[in-house]
């Protein structure tokens, strides 16, 4: 079985830095492209960037220029490194990974940005 487990979010003020990670462990041959997800009160569950083990990387436009995802391959850990964060990126973040060809989530760690 394959666990991943989110860390890093919090309460920070409009304009401020948070930096999320995101461990996986348990049975690992492989961890294909790992990702992390938000979803806000009454609304749908959005990808927010996606990096995969080559290093590829896609953005949300909402995030583009103020977050990065990056991973560590030995660690089995990826991040997500938030500047300029702003009120409407308050949200539960989650991670997720395709770990030995199956989808895995986290189980989310909010971030709170106050205006």
């Known amino acids: 079985q394959v666990q991943l487990v989110e860390s890093g979010g919090g309460l920070v003020q409009a304009g401020g830095s948070l930096r999320l990670s995101c461990t996986a462990s348990?049975?690992?041959?492989?961890?294909?492209?790992m990702a992390w997800h938000r979803q806000a009160p009454g609304k749908q569950r959005e990808l927010v960037a996606f990096?995969?083990?080559?290093?590829?990387?896609n953005y949300a436009d909402s995030v583009k220029g103020r977050f990065t995802i990056s991973r560590d391959n030995a660690k089995n850990e990826v991040y997500l490194q938030m500047n300029s964060l702003k009120f409407e990126d308050t949200a539960v973040y989650y991670c997720?990974?395709?770990?030995?060809?199956?989808?895995?989530w986290g189980q989310g760690t909010q971030v709170t940005v106050s205006s």
């Open positions: 990096i995969t083990r080559g290093g590829f990387t």
């Open positions: 997720n990974a395709n770990v030995n060809d199956r989808e895995y």
């Open positions: 348990g049975i690992i041959f492989r961890i294909n492209t």
